[in-house]
């Protein structure tokens, strides 16, 4: 704010309120995305369970849907085989609490 020394004080406190209204934006929308990415992944590790997909799909299972995801969804992260086993365990855990 140093190029607002001759700027009013209302000014300068309007600029503080933008900035910080825009903070708590920034915040509540990191919040929704991760809703939205734990809800992924709760989905995902269902699919699995369901599917009962390891057996269905075999020993490889895991790297191949790790290898086909990225594949798919390039430039992402959060595919590796522990993250989906992470997924899938998440799934079973909290599952049962609901």
């Known amino acids: 704010m140093?190029?607002?020394i001759?700027?009013?004080k209302e000014y300068r406190?309007?600029?503080q309120?933008?900035?910080q209204r825009f903070r708590r934006s920034q915040i509540k929308a990191s919040v929704k995305v991760n809703q939205e990415m734990l809800r992924y992944y709760w989905d995902l590790g269902r699919d699995i369970v369901a599917r009962d997909a390891e057996n269905v799909y075999g020993h490889g299972f895991y790297a191949n849907i790790s290898q086909d995801l990225r594949n798919a969804i390039p430039n992402t992260e959060g595919f590796s085989?522990?993250?989906i086993r992470y997924a899938k365990r998440f799934y079973e855990l909290y599952?049962?609490?609901i």
Do not use: A, D, K
Request: charged letters at 5%.
């Open 95 to 97: 599952f049962q609490l």
């Open 13 to 15: 406190l309007w600029i």
């Open 81 to 83: 085989e522990t993250s």
């Open 2 to 4: 140093s190029n607002l």
């Open 17 to 19: 309120s933008l900035s």
């Open 6 to 8: 001759h700027i009013s």
